[in-house]
């Protein structure tokens, strides 16, 4: 009996995911608790095993997801967390948010109104405050105004306001002009907070870290660490160097399916975009765009086939990619490695990501539900 179809498959390393998780708190203030962001499906990771593991293996107690969809699975998955939603929900849903314990993030007055007037009790919520990202929160030139709508929101009634929040737009750069960027908005909600506290109001969170943050600029004043992409294990920019312990959680593989010797002028798959110059061994490979390997990397990318890389040749198709193995041995049904370890080489999907004129972030979020994702140690 086969567990999964051995055809294309991610294989989720949750010891990688324990050590990134441990590696990001020892980089940490006490005063920080990591909220782990486990939109999007814990970035293509699979989001009930990931959010299991995180709060049963890894202490995990506050949960980020992108809607009130992602934040009722998380419910059902950890039943004791802290849920965040960082995005919109139609107000429409108000109730539901109430009734499954979840934090919303407000970014308006205007909006807080409208979700209010659709429950019946508070709503448990974090105020986001747009200090230069553009593109959700409360907006205002100064700190000062920005308490003043923060006070009256924290008047309704029909909201329990438990903390604050902002997002940094080029925490990732390490250039001199990004840098004070980011120490800018750093200290808008600092001083947020500050203002707050002499007036006596003292909030439980006050968070702005994401995971560039906490690598380059962490910050004791964030009461939370909203870590996404190093969990996983990749960069947040690829130009800047992650601790060494942060290591990719997702692998992907696929297997060959044929393999073949082409003479010099035969052509590989669509569009003729390939000619064999010389006689060559070409295999087909299990998996294509629809398994979300991007199909940019056609004739660009490299797939390892026994820890060698071998190269795309002509276009990927939906579901098989052909490659040239002419210089290993190999036969249908060996497994080949699209991102991951092989032998003494890698491919990591922020390598993929380069290749494709994009970040790591996309290629993991776009592995497909095709590819089922397996668990390992
Ligand atoms: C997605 C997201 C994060 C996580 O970002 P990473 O770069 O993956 O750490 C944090 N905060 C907000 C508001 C987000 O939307």
Known sequence: MKPYLKRAWAEISLSRLKQNIETIKSLNSDSTEIMAVVKADAYGHGDEEVCKYLSEECGIKYFAVSNLDEAIAVRGFCPDSEILILGYTPPEYAHEIVQYNIIQGVVSSEYAENLVRNADSPIRCHIKIDTGMGRLGLKHDTPEECVEEVESLMNNK??????????????????????????RQRDFICNVNDILIKK???????????????????????????????????HPDVSLEIPENIKPVMAVKAVISHVKTVKKGDCISYGRTFTAEH????????????DGYPRLMSSRGEILVHGVRCKITGRVCMDQIMIDV????????????????DGDDSITADEIATTCGTIGYEIICGISKRVPRIYIK
């Open 200 to 234: 006596g109001i003292n909030l439980r969170h006050t968070h702005f870290m994401n995971s560039a943050s906490v690598c380059y600029s962490n910050s004791p004043k964030s009461t939370l660490a909203r870590a996404g992409i190093i969990m996983y294990g990749l």
């Open 279 to 290: 006689e060559m061994k070409i295999a087909t490979v299990t998996v294509g765009y629809a």
């Open 326 to 341: 002419s210089h290993i041995e190999t036969k249908a049904g060996d497994i080949v490695t699209l991102i991951g370890e």
């Open 158 to 183: 029909g909201l329990s306001v438990e903390g604050i929040y902002t997002h940094f737009a080029v925490a990732d750069s390490q250039e001199t002009d990004n840098i004070l960027y980011t120490n």
